[in-house]
């Protein structure tokens, strides 16, 4: 219990939480909790310090309507590593995403995105994306008039939660709970003076007990916050595996300044290599988990060489060589010597791996069946799972959080009660569309792709070189890639 | 498209039957000196009976009163744009007097806001008000705030001064259920501080409202418990202004006619308050 004996004002509450809330607290006489420590009251708390709880809660703290509203941060890992998150100019952490202009649109509104370290962010104009099977390509480049139009911006995942500390520390009045784990949720009791009966209560392994007016699930995808409000969440594993490591290349990339983002369609998963700033480069290579296991295996040498068949040899050359347990590097060598390609439209050479950056882990798609319940919304992946390979998982996140933030700055200026799922509809209404069709289109883009023969091969390559050659089809993708496009819902 | 034989004679047999247009109590009543009403109540008894069988689902956000909860933002909006137009808008500690509060739907709301000071909310229902004295235990942050007590207007202690005057008095989808309207309304102008307002919501008395009110939500789609809405009391615009601006010391009245539309709520339209519903402001001489 942290409420004094003298009494609170309401001011000095922030204004939402009354002062007999903290009357309640000290004489709660009669309560139907087995625990004698009671709950102390917040307008807001955040399961998670994700990107997309760290966002919410940032937008939260820099709108005026929404800056007085008592809000809590619990996250079970301490966050010092991330605030004070610092690597040299050759070093990349390996987990990044793929930010859209209007992700960075958002993040700069909440004033974030300028405590985001910019020499470590990199954006890239074009995109190089082709079927590893027949070779057929669509290429994405801006129109002249749209030429070096940023279509996304690649970081550390690390660099952007730590220029969102950053932001909520400098905003202030967001109490963070870090290193401390979700022991419990349950619904509240009801008391003499207050019914809590809907309020859920978050009791966390230090001792303290939060009732929270609004419980927000940033929890990722396995998030308790989900399963105590009783929302199931569906889908599928795809059985394949995203290995992710951090690259050196031969230089800065084919197109200089303006960087390029190439991805293979292979017939066990797409391999893509984004852009670092420099001569780096970070690799998503999704793939059975046979493989990935057996990549892992690899000296840095032959994992190298791998990654280099991987967007220049034929399927079969890559199968054989999967098989090999070492030597990939001069496999290669021998291999290249017969194998045609224009090196201009690949990626680089690949000549370093960065030492303990290769890791993977499992891919899946999973959308909740509802993101709000009473005084509960789930956001970021606690709500959805999508594949990695159109690069949107943390930009839906980021589309969540800029609407649930709206959803709840609306109803505190209508007075409504942020928890209740009156004032959270809109929130859903907006989100739940339009995140369940891209799921959808990723999802059949990764199934249409992990064919490797049979009448839909030549048919997708069709496909594709349809869409290279027309123009607006081209470019209503790269506007949906780039989040700039008309929303469809 | 032209009219077809067949749509005529629809069109027949869905107005045989209706009810005539009538000039309602509150079109003459306002016209009667006014009796003396210091005992007398303004409230309808049939029209207790009928919302205290609706006190259970009032806050069920998807039972008969969902239409008002998703009007209650509007109502907001209303208030704020009677405020703005003040030649010096007002700043917080705002005292509302919500009467005929319901299940507290708007008493809540503009508990919460900042800007409010306090909110007595009135209602006559006993069962009514036993739902929102029970919902608003579910906010903390409403105790200290609001006040809801089983009464009507006439059962209120007269202001004795300014200090015990509101500076909003709101009557939302209250007006259309009162039996002597102008009597009522004499009684609440006493309880608003020189330069407050009058902020209410009400239907307009013609064809559509009896078609949207009478026959759509409570007949057809069945959205609204039947026996709601007697359409004979619904009042309009003007008949409000002419009230008011009768030499009864009130000024600058405003009007905002909001209309359903289904899949996208209640949305703003210009001259909609000719039809259906509407929100009617009108401020207190200072």
Redesign the interface.
């Known amino acids: 219990m942290k409420i004094p004996s003298t009494s609170l004002s309401t001011r000095q509450l922030g204004?939402?939480?009354?002062?007999?809330?903290t009357r309640?607290l000290r004489r709660q006489r009669r309560s139907y909790a087995t625990s004698t420590v009671n709950p102390d009251?917040y307008d807001v708390v955040c399961v998670g310090g994700g990107p997309a709880g760290l966002s919410l809660l940032a937008a939260l703290r820099s709108q005026p309507a929404t800056a007085?509203l008592k809000i809590a941060l619990v996250e079970s890992q301490r966050l010092d590593a991330t605030r004070n998150f610092q690597l040299p100019p050759t070093q990349f952490s390996n987990r990044c995403s793929s930010l859209t202009p209007s992700s960075v649109r958002f993040l700069e509104q909440v004033g974030a995105w300028q405590h985001v370290d910019q020499k470590r962010v990199q954006s890239y104009e074009e995109m190089q994306v082709w079927d590893g099977v027949t070779g057929a390509r669509i290429e994405f480049d801006w129109p002249a008039e749209k030429r070096g139009q940023t279509i996304a911006y690649m970081n550390e995942n690390l660099n952007l939660t730590s220029g969102l500390l950053k932001r909520i520390d400098e905003l202030g009045g967001v109490e963070v709970l870090d290193g401390q784990k979700v022991e419990d949720i349950a619904l509240g009791s009801?008391t003499e003076?207050?019914?809590?009966?809907?309020?859920p209560v978050v009791s966390l392994s230090g001792g303290r007990k939060l009732a929270a007016?609004l419980l927000v699930g940033a929890d990722g995808a396995n998030s308790p916050v989900r399963a105590f409000a009783g929302i199931g969440s569906r889908g599928w594993d795809y059985e394949r595996h995203g290995v992710v490591a951090t690259l050196q290349m031969e230089g800065p990339g084919w197109g200089g300044e303006s960087k390029i983002a190439y991805q293979r369609f292979l017939p066990t998963g797409p391999v893509a290599m984004l852009p670092l700033p420099g001569d780096y480069s970070t690799l998503v290579w999704s793939t059975t988990p046979a493989l990935a296991a057996h990549l892992k295996t690899l000296s840095p040498k032959d994992f190298i060489a791998m990654v280099n068949a991987a967007f220049r040899l034929s399927p079969v050359d890559l199968a054989y060589m999967h098989t090999q347990s070492d030597g990939q590097a001069d496999e290669l060598a021998w291999r290249s010597q017969h194998t045609n390609f224009d090196q201009h439209r690949i990626p680089q050479q690949v000549i370093g791996v960065q030492e303990g950056s290769i890791a993977s882990f499992p891919l899946k798609l999973r959308h909740a069946d509802t993101y709000i319940g009473e005084r509960v919304a789930l956001v970021g992946d606690a709500a959805h799972t999508i594949h990695p390979l159109a690069g949107q998982g943390l930009n839906q996140g980021q589309g969540d959080v800029e609407s649930l933030a709206n959803t709840i700055q609306?109803a505190?200026?209508?007075?409504?009660?942020i928890g209740?799922?009156?004032s959270l509809?809109p929130y859903n209404a907006e989100r739940y569309a339009a995140n369940n069709m891209l799921l959808g289109v990723v999802d059949k883009l990764h199934k249409l792709y992990a064919v490797e023969s049979g009448p839909i091969v030549p048919l997708r390559s069709i496909g594709l070189r349809a869409v290279n050659a027309l123009g607006p089809v081209k470019q209503f993708f790269m506007d949906q890639a780039a989040g700039t496009g008309v929303k469809i819902l | 498209m032209p009219l077809q034989p067949t749509s005529l004679r629809n069109l027949h047999l869905l107005l045989r039957g209706t009810p005539r247009f009538v000039q309602n109590q509150f079109h003459t009543q306002w016209q009667i000196q006014s009796r003396s009403q210091s005992t007398a109540s303004s409230v309808n008894p049939i029209e207790v009976s009928h919302f205290n069988a609706l006190a259970s689902s009032w806050w069920d956000?998807h039972g008969s009163s969902r239409l008002l909860?998703l009007m209650?933002?509007l109502r907001?909006?209303f208030i704020r744009s009677c405020h703005a137009s003040q030649p010096t808008p007002p700043g917080s500690n705002l005292r509302f007097l919500d009467i005929g509060c319901g299940g507290g739907i708007f008493a809540?709301?503009?508990?919460?806001?900042?800007s409010t000071a306090s909110v007595t909310a009135v209602d006559p229902s006993p069962e009514v008000l036993a739902v929102a004295k029970?919902h608003a235990?579910?906010?903390?942050?409403?105790?200290?705030?609001l006040t809801y007590l089983n009464t009507s207007i006439e059962g209120l202690p007269r202001p004795r001064g300014p200090d015990e005057q509101y500076d909003v008095l709101s009557l939302f989808e209250v007006i259309e259920h009162i039996t002597h309207p102008a009597d009522f309304l004499d009684a609440c102008a006493q309880f608003v501080k020189p330069g407050g307002w009058i902020v209410m919501s009400t239907i307009a008395r013609t064809w559509t409202s009896w078609l949207t009110t009478k026959v759509v939500a409570e007949d057809v789609v069945g959205i609204v418990p039947k026996g709601t809405h007697d359409w004979e009391k619904y009042i309009n615009e003007e008949e409000l202004r002419g009230y008011f601006l009768r030499e009864r010391g009130w000024n600058s009245p405003r009007v905002m006619g909001v209309v359903y539309v289904p899949g996208l709520g209640w949305t703003r339209v210009k001259g909609s308050e000719k039809v259906g519903n509407y929100f009617f402001g009108i401020r207190k001489d200072e």
């Open positions: 204004g939402y939480v009354c002062s007999g809330c309640q009251l007085n009801e003076d207050f019914d809590l009966s809907s309020w007016r609306y505190v200026t209508h007075g409504q009660d209740v799922r009156m509809e | 956000p909860h209650n933002p907001h909006d809540e709301s503009a508990a919460r806001l900042p029970a235990r579910r906010d903390p942050a409403l105790q200290g705030k």
